[in-house]
């Protein structure tokens, strides 16, 4: 069983910044896909961020491009999502997910975190 550890949530004004943490377990595979999803009040979950382990590669929603930041630090396998210029509409909950087999921002993963909250308010 895989599980994964999102921390870093919190409250925070509009316009700033949080940096969210998820710790992923090691694959047996050198390539594997790593998302970020999340779930704004009266919405779907939806995919926001995604990377591609085996090229770096990542993409991302239009309404957290240029924004948001999807990273993974090698070292330790430690997944993170820098979030800059918070808007109110950024409030949720926030997932992390992993597998061998890349969906996207489709929420086909097989492995998830059990979410933080981000509260973005004045």
């Known amino acids: 069983q895989v599980h994964l550890v999102e921390s870093g949530g919190g409250s925070v004004q509009p316009g700033g910044s949080l940096r969210l943490s998820c710790a992923v377990p090691?694959?047996?595979?050198?390539?594997?896909?790593l998302a970020w999803f999340r779930q704004t009040p009266g919405k779907e979950r939806e995919g926001i961020a995604t990377l591609y382990t085996g090229s770096d590669s990542t993409y991302y929603d239009d309404s957290v491009k240029g924004r948001f930041t999807i990273s993974q630090d090698k070292v330790d396998n430690t997944l993170y999502l820098q979030m800059n210029s918070l808007k109110p509409e950024d409030t949720g909950m926030y997932y992390c997910?992993?597998?061998?087999?890349?969906?996207?921002?489709?929420?086909?993963?097989?492995?998830w975190g059990q979410g933080t909250q981000v509260t973005v308010s004045s």
């Open positions: 090691r694959f047996t595979d050198s390539s594997y896909c």
């Open positions: 997910a992993a597998d061998h087999l890349c969906y996207g921002l489709s929420d086909g993963y097989k492995y």
